[in-house]
């Protein structure tokens, strides 16, 4: 089992950087593929971005790529997201999720460890 705690949220302008963090407790953080995921007001969660255990592969949202980039530090146990050219439309609760299949997905159904969630506000 894993437990997830993100950082990193806060108030940024349109056009501004901000870069989260998902600090992983438990040995296992180096086996599971890992995920981003975020929840606007009124809309359903969705994928942002994922990570192989190895960091050798990663995949995204169509409407993150090219500003987003996925990382993770399997010695600090610790998963970021940078996200630059923020866009008033990226304003949402982020989270951090662990799967700990085998698969490599965008399906939020394979990822069962999640953390709390993180706010991210982008003004216009």
């Known amino acids: 089992q894993v437990q997830l705690v993100e950082s990193g949220g806060g108030l940024v302008q349109a056009g501004g950087s901000l870069r989260l963090s998902c600090a992983a407790s438990?040995?296992?953080?180096?086996?599971?593929?890992m995920g981003w995921f975020r929840q606007a007001p009124g809309k359903e969660r969705e994928f942002v971005a994922a990570?192989?255990?190895?960091?050798?592969?990663?995949l995204y949202a169509e409407s993150v790529k090219g500003r987003f980039t996925i990382a993770r530090d399997n010695a600090k146990s610790t998963l970021y997201l940078q996200m630059d050219s923020l866009k008033a439309e990226d304003t949402a609760v982020y989270y951090c999720?662990?799967?700990?299949?085998?698969?490599?997905?965008?399906?939020?159904?394979?990822?069962?460890?999640w953390g709390q969630g993180t706010q991210v506000t982008v003004s216009s």
């Open positions: 438990g040995r296992t953080f180096s086996r599971y593929a």
């Open positions: 999720a662990a799967n700990p299949y085998l698969s490599f997905t965008t399906n939020e159904d394979q990822y069962l460890y």
């Open positions: 990570i192989r255990w190895s960091g050798s592969s990663t």
